[in-house]
């Protein structure tokens, strides 16, 4: 509800009113932070983002912390699995050679959203 405010408020609109507004469409329905939480997630897993990612991005549009913990954790298990296909859609199934190989490979994953830990789980073993 955040960002919507923010949007609002950047176009002129009065504190009261966008407040009155956001309070009428979120009793009617129409706005609700839990739908938005659950959406965003299920489109940042379908495009490949890790939980580190979405959670950052969550927290930058106001989403409260409980209703992403509440929403990432329906994937707690499919992290390694996403992680995988992310790799393998960026590098092939071939395990990298070098520690310059491994490094970039890391970085990527890193920037996609993937805690270190189950990044250095995947390539290192």
């Not at 960002?3 to 009261?16: A, I, P, T, V």
């Not at 970039?104 to 805690?115: D, Q």
């Amino acid at each position: 509800m955040r960002e919507l405010w923010n949007k609002l408020q950047s176009r002129g609109f009065d504190e009261q009113t966008i407040d009155a507004v956001l309070q009428r469409l979120s009793d009617s329905g129409l706005q609700s932070d839990d739908r938005f939480a659950e959406n965003f997630v299920t489109g940042r897993v379908s495009k490949g983002s890790g939980p580190v990612r979405i959670r950052a991005e969550l927290r930058e549009r106001g989403v409260d912390e409980a209703l992403i913990e509440t929403h990432l954790a329906g994937y707690a298990g499919a992290w390694p699995e996403l992680l995988l296909q992310v790799h393998d859609a960026k590098y092939g199934k071939q395990r990298a050679k070098d520690r310059k190989a491994l490094a970039k490979r890391a970085r990527f994953l890193e920037y996609r959203g993937f805690p270190g830990e189950l990044i250095r789980d995947f390539l290192f073993d």
